[in-house]
T-cell receptor, first 113, second 114 residues
Framework: AQSVAQPEDQVNVAEGNPLTVKCTYS??????LFWYVQYPNRGLQFLLK????DNLVKGSYGFEAEFNKSQTSFHLKKPSALVSDSALYFC???????????WGAGTKLIIKP | NAGVTQTPKFQVLKTGQSMTLQCAQD?????MYWYRQDPGMGLRLIYY???????DKGEVPNGYNVSRLNKREFSLRLESAAPSQTSVYFC?????????????FGEGSWLTVV
């Protein structure tokens, strides 16, 4: 079965420190990879995506993610965390063979002052 | 820049009642979606519409119906609400099939069935 895993339900980081939110996937075919962020009581907002080309993708709010084909991962990173980055983060995978996106369960990111 | 607009924002229903969630997008997108979000389960696709005039079942369609009224509007109907349908519902749209296309979400509708 095709799946996306976000192995950490919650990630705690001190403000100013680098952050990583992990995502791994298991799919057939070439993946399109996405990160979305959800603030409390809001809809999901697009952060960044990998389609093809450079494995390092830069997105909104200073976030970036690296596509690693051999490890089937697409971890979200930011060099210096802000308290305002605290939110729920979702990884998702799209495939040419499937109309539906495959979603991870989400990781709650908490940035402490 | 309204994007994706869905109504109502909050609704409380009694078991067995019916209701319709409305959704409209102003981005001239071809594809539209209805998702539900439950704690610890991420997002699950209920129905989608690849283009005007078509609708298809997603992962969890039971108990729901949809109508793609025109290119802009995509409604979700609960014919006989059940407590298991208590959830947050999101409408979304994309230019074409999600594959590599960005999906844009509405702000959500909080539904409680008692």
């Amino acid at each position: 079965a095709q799946s996306v895993a976000q192995p950490e339900d919650q990630v705690n980081v001190a403000e100013g420190n680098p952050l990583t939110v992990k995502c791994t996937y298991s799919v057939s075919g070439n993946p399109y990879l996405f990160w979305y962020v959800q603030y409390p009581n809001r809809g999901l907002q697009f952060l960044l995506k990998y389609i093809t080309g450079d494995n390092l993708v830069k997105g909104s709010y200073g976030f970036e993610a690296e596509f690693n084909k051999s490890q089937t991962s697409f971890h979200l990173k930011k060099p210096s965390a802000l308290v305002s980055d605290s939110a729920l983060y979702f990884c998702a995978v799209g495939l040419d063979s499937n109309y539906q996106l495959i979603w991870g369960a989400g990781t709650k990111l908490i940035i402490k002052p | 820049n309204a994007g994706v607009t869905q109504t109502p924002k909050f609704q409380v229903l009694k078991t067995g009642q019916s209701m319709t969630l409305q959704c409209a997008q102003d981005m001239n997108h071809n594809s539209m979606y209805w998702y539900r979000q439950d704690p610890g389960m991420g997002l699950r696709l209920i129905y989608y519409s690849a283009s005007e005039g078509t609708t298809d079942k997603g992962e969890v369609p039971n108990g729901y119906n949809v109508s793609r009224l025109n290119k802009r509007e995509f409604s979700l109907r609960l014919e006989s609400a059940a407590p298991s349908q208590t959830s947050v519902y999101f409408c979304a749209s994309s230019e074409a099939a999600p594959r590599g296309n960005t999906i844009y979400f509405g702000e959500g509708s909080w539904l409680t069935v008692v």
